[in-house]
């Protein structure tokens, strides 16, 4: 009996220090998150969960969620890849093309994600909640975006692999994605590789992305900071059509 009871107790914690298996394709209930942001139509996550290499010298392993967010607004398709170790050690990455600091861990039932740019006042943390039934997920996040608070809950639910298909399909390129698009190497592009370039620009500056464009009129070439295509320049902003 006292064995028994040993092993369940055994079993019962080396359980809870197991990671929830988020992976899987997941929609959002929109009706049922709470977001920032212009609204979307569909917001669609990929989860994928495998071992890779932490440390490249020791060549130590740990577990790494990729999470791959697709949305479907005004603006067209937009997909951003986060990807992080569930092993409590930071790690620096890269978010949306910056270095960020990423610590992830698993907190009894939930997958938590630290991440800070650095030299920026942008952070978030992120909390995964798997229910009982593995069908629902809850993404919790709270942080700053420059100075900004920023606070979504995202309630998504379980749906067949093939509901994915529009994520793994090649992303729009810069050039047919965006209205002013003119340098040829940033044309080539996938959208969010693009902006990725656009937020590396303003962490590089340490300026916000209003110091070359006009503010939600990114399209228009009216800002001298904007500096002009291609090299030899200044070749001054080309006539608007
Ligand atoms: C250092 C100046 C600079 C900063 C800072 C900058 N951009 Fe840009 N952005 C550019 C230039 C230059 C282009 C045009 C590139 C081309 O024509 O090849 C551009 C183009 C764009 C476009 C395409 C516009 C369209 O609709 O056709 C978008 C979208 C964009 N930027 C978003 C951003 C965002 C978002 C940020 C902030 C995270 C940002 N940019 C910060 C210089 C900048």
């Known amino acids: 009996m006292k064995k028994l009871l040993a092993l369940t107790v055994l079993t019962a914690s080396l359980s809870l220090s197991q ?7 997941w929609r959002a209930n929109l009706q049922k998150s709470k977001r920032m942001g212009p609204p979307v139509i569909t ?17 130590e392993e740990a ?24 092993n409590g050690k930071l790690k620096v990455g890269s978010y949306q093309g910056v270095p960020t600091e990423m610590t992830g861990a698993v907190e009894g039932n939930k997958v938590v994600v ?11 943390t992120r909390t995964y909640e798997l229910s009982a039934d593995g069908k629902t997920l809850t993404m919790d996040e709270e942080g700053s975006n420059e100075g900004h ?12 692999d093939a509901a994915g298909e529009p994520l793994r399909k090649p992303e729009e390129l810069a050039g047919a ?11 080539g592009l996938p959208a969010s590789e693009f902006l990725d370039t656009m937020h590396y620009f ?9 110091f070359c464009h006009v503010q939600h ?20 902003p080309p006539p608007q059509q």
């Not at 577990?63 to 967010?69: F, G, K, M, P």
């Not at 303003?202 to 209003?210: A, Q």
Request: glycine share 10%; hydrophobic share 30%.
């Open 19 to 25: 990671t929830p298996d988020l992976s899987g394709v």
């Open 43 to 59: 917001y669609l996550v990929i989860i994928e969960q495998k071992n890779a290499v932490f440390n490249n010298r020791t060549k």
């Open 63 to 86: 577990l790494q969620i990729t999470e791959t967010t697709g949305t479907w607004g005004q603006r067209g398709e937009e997909r951003a890849v986060l990807s992080f170790f569930v």
């Open 114 to 124: 630290k991440a800070e740019v650095a030299g920026r006042p942008s952070n978030f």
């Open 149 to 160: 608070p920023l606070h979504n809950t995202i309630i998504l639910e379980k749906q067949d």
């Open 177 to 187: 994605h965006f209205k002013n698009v003119k340098t040829d190497s940033l044309k």
């Open 202 to 210: 303003s962490w590089s500056l340490g300026k916000n992305c209003e």
């Open 217 to 236: 009129k990114m399209d228009v070439d009216d800002k001298k900071e904007k500096p002009p295509p291609g090299p030899g320049g200044p070749q001054g």
